[in-house]
Nanobody
Framework: HLQLVESGGGLVQPGGSLTLSCAAS????????IGWFRQAPGKEREGVAC???????NYANFVKGRFTIYRDNAQNTAYLQMNNLEPKDTAVYYC?????????WGQGSQDTVSE
């Protein structure tokens, strides 16, 4: 069964940190580009960060300097390290793996930043 399984989300106070994991099952992530997206209530899904198969990263301006995307091909897993979280970061976060016409999404992880 080919899927991405997310973990690591939850509730955190402003200024806190969370690390999201995105583990591939049934296929190998090595050659896939990985992206993290988020969708806040009442808003459209937006891109947060991405990493190519070769390790090149790109970030949305609103997370630069706070979030880090990385991958561990040996673990067949990608990660999103989120630091200095703000209430406006509250959203459902999704990981995506794409290679040509192959396109997989994680189930989504609710992350809430609140006092």
């Amino acid at each position: 069964h080919l899927q991405l399984v997310e973990s690591g989300g939850g509730l955190v106070q402003p200024g806190g940190s969370l690390t999201l994991s995105c583990a591939a099952s049934g296929f190998t992530l090595d050659y896939y580009a990985i992206g993290w997206f988020r969708q806040a209530p009442g808003k459209e899904r937006e891109g947060v960060a991405c990493i190519s198969s070769g390790g090149t990263t790109n970030y949305a301006n609103f997370v630069k300097g706070r979030f880090t995307i990385y991958r561990d091909n040996a673990q067949n897993t990608a990660y999103l390290q989120m630091n200095n979280l703000e209430p406006k970061d509250t959203a459902v976060y999704y990981c995506n793996a794409k290679l040509g016409s192959y396109d997989y999404w994680g189930q989504g992880s609710q992350d809430t930043v609140s006092e």
